[in-house]
Every structure is written in C-alpha cells, then in structure tokens.
C-alpha cells in the first residue's frame, strides 16, 4: 500500500514557475527505491497524460511538450518526488497527479489526489 500526497499547485503567470511535491507514504521496511514514481496530468476534456517519471534516481521518461522546461527528481530519504516546472504556458494547466507502481508491473497503480495548476495571465 502506498499512499500519496501533492502540493505545490497552483496559479502562475506565463513564463513562470512552479515546484509540485508528492509525499509518499509506504508500508514498513519498504525501500521507495522499488517504486516507479511518476506525475501525470489531466486538463479539462482530455485524457490523463504521463508527464514524467523517474525509478532509481534514472530519469526514465518526459512527454515531448515539457522536454527542456520540466525536471523530475526524488529524495529517496524523504520518500518524496517532486516536478520542477519552469517555462510554464497555459496548455500546462491540469490536475497534476503523483503515481507510483512497483517496478516491472503496470497493474497495480497508486495515485494522489491531485495538484491543480493553472497558467494564466
């Protein structure tokens, strides 16, 4: 079981920035290293969309519209991944989710509740 939480949502200006963080909560004596973390959004009439994930301090993967401007990382102290954010247009506006699955499976999925982020002037 693994739960999780987001913040650092929010308005913003285009052209600015922001930083998402995603708490997580695990079992006892479960290493967050074994988990795929990843954040994911969601805008108004679209499906969800991956946005970026990272496992074992390895950057795995960025969609093609936030190369370059997004930043994906984790302290494995903390149990936390976090979404640097800069550059930020309104096409980036959504619900940003925090996900995490067990390295090597896709069936069972943890998510968060979300973080909205608006990019408006």
């Known amino acids: 079981q693994v739960q999780l939480v987001e913040s650092g949502g929010g308005l913003v200006q285009p052209g600015g920035s922001l930083r998402l963080s995603c708490a997580a909560t695990?079992?006892?004596?479960?290493?967050?290293?074994?988990?795929?973390m990843g954040w994911y959004r969601q805008a108004p009439g679209k499906q969800r969309e991956l946005v970026a994930t990272i496992f074992a301090d390895i950057v795995t993967n960025y969609t093609d519209s936030v190369k370059g401007r997004f930043t994906i990382s984790k302290d494995n102290a903390r149990n936390e991944v976090y979404l640097q954010m800069n550059s930020l247009k309104p096409e980036d506006s959504a619900v940003y989710y925090c996900n995490a699955r067990r390295a090597g499976q896709h069936k069972v999925q943890y998510w968060g509740q979300g973080t909205q982020v608006t990019v408006s002037s």
């Open positions: 695990l079992l006892p004596f479960t290493p967050f290293n074994i988990y795929v």
